[in-house]
Nanobody
Framework: QLVESGGGLVQPGGSLRLSCVASGFTFSNYAMSWHRQAPGKERELVAD????????KYAGSVKGRFTISRDNAKNTVYLQMNSLKPEDTAVYYCKATHRMTAATYWGQGTQVTVSS
């Protein structure tokens, strides 16, 4: 199970930190990623991180503004979002992907709205 939190309404230029807490599986065996889906658009990958946290990747639209990290002791992955723009408005989902089997889990999503 994955449970996201931390979404909300923020003004352009502001910051939010999303959290995703995992339970029911061995967290460190899973790469974690954040995805988002805006109204009328397809879901897109925002950032991902390997099981050890040693490697990260970002979509071009968020590089330099967002940071993904994880704390395997807390079974939690984070997405720090800075310099938010209206186009970042979306429902944000976390996803777990097993490093060997590719089995996946999805969270229920958390709404992020960037507006003045």
């Amino acid at each position: 199970q994955l449970v996201e939190s931390g979404g909300g309404l923020v003004q352009p230029g502001g910051s939010l930190r999303l959290s995703c807490v995992a339970s029911g599986f061995t967290f460190s065996n899973y790469a974690m990623s954040w995805h988002r889906q805006a109204p009328g658009k397809e879901r897109e990958l925002v950032a991902d991180i390997t099981g050890t946290g040693g490697r990260t990747k970002y979509a071009g639209s968020v590089k330099g503004r967002f940071t993904i990290s994880r704390d395997n002791a807390k079974n939690t992955v984070y997405l720090q979002m800075n310099s938010l723009k209206p186009e970042d408005t979306a429902v944000y989902y976390c996803k777990a992907t097993h490093r060997m089997t590719a089995a996946t889990y999805w969270g229920q999503g958390t709404q992020v709205t960037v507006s003045s």
